[in-house]
């Protein structure tokens, strides 16, 4: 068996750990293998790095989403009410309220406002989601391979040629199986975020699209209700 050792590589995505015979002269291609070998292990923790990050800021502008949609329809049910109390609407399903129902105008196209500023705002975020999403979906090999596919095969030269290695091959393909099935949850993270990417992608454009049409019916209601405002005061002239 030679003189063993075994070797503890301290890395934050797996240790690795293999054993080398110390009497043997690791040979120029066992080297360069296995700094691909280790290369391959930074490379992936980069990536599992990004992919956590990048669901982070998705959690944070699907939450950001989700309050919009609810400040949404409650601007919906006052902007409901007050198109019908101007004739420019009617509500189909008369909602009952055992109190009158006060609106406050100015409050009313305060919030509108801060919800419009606020989708600004999310958008600037998006934008910047999108703009990442697309550069690593650019960044993807074939296969759907997150690194480069050659990391997988810098190791295959190494077994036909075991005797010639410091390096013992049971340990490396022991150690090597394990960054696999590691290599591996890290791939359904990375395209687990992708699917979250898609999902808020299309929340945010169907989002979108109900606000404009939103903002322009307010925009009538505000011009109706400064109209009439000018009609009375020219009355009281």
């Not at 040629?161 to 890290?186: I, M, N, P």
Request: aromatic content about 12%; hydrophobic content about 35%.
């Amino acid at each position: 068996m030679g003189n063993l050792k075994t070797v503890v590589k301290k890395h934050p995505l797996k240790d690795i750990i293999l054993d080398f015979d110390l009497d043997i002269t690791p040979p120029p291609f066992e080297v360069e293998a296995l700094n691909y070998y280790y290369e391959a292990h930074d490379k992936t923790w980069t990536i599992k790095q990004h992919a956590m990050d990048m669901e982070k800021r998705l959690e944070e502008a699907n939450a950001i989403i989700e309050d919009l949609v609810l400040r949404r329809l409650g601007i919906e049910q006052e902007l409901e009410i007050l198109e019908d109390w101007l004739g420019v609407a009617e509500l189909e399903d008369i909602p009952y309220f055992e109190e009158s129902i006060t609106i406050d105008i100015n409050v009313f196209l305060t919030s509108c406002l801060k919800h419009n500023e606020d989708l600004n705002q999310l958008y600037e975020k998006v934008d910047a989601i999108t703009s990442t999403y697309n550069r690593d979906v650019e960044n993807i090999y074939e296969d759907d391979y997150l690194i480069d596919p050659m990391y997988f095969d810098t190791l295959d030269d190494l077994y036909p040629r075991y005797d010639e290695l410091s390096v013992h091959t049971v340990s490396l393909d022991d150690d090597h199986q394990e960054f696999l099935g590691t290599y591996s949850k890290v791939s359904e993270l990375f395209f687990h975020y992708m699917d979250m990417g898609g999902e808020l992608f299309d929340r945010y454009g169907t989002l979108v699209e109900v606000c404009q049409s939103l903002y322009y019916r307010v925009e009538d209601v505000d011009q109706i209700i400064r109209d009439k405002i000018k009609g009375l005061d020219n009355e009281e002239k």
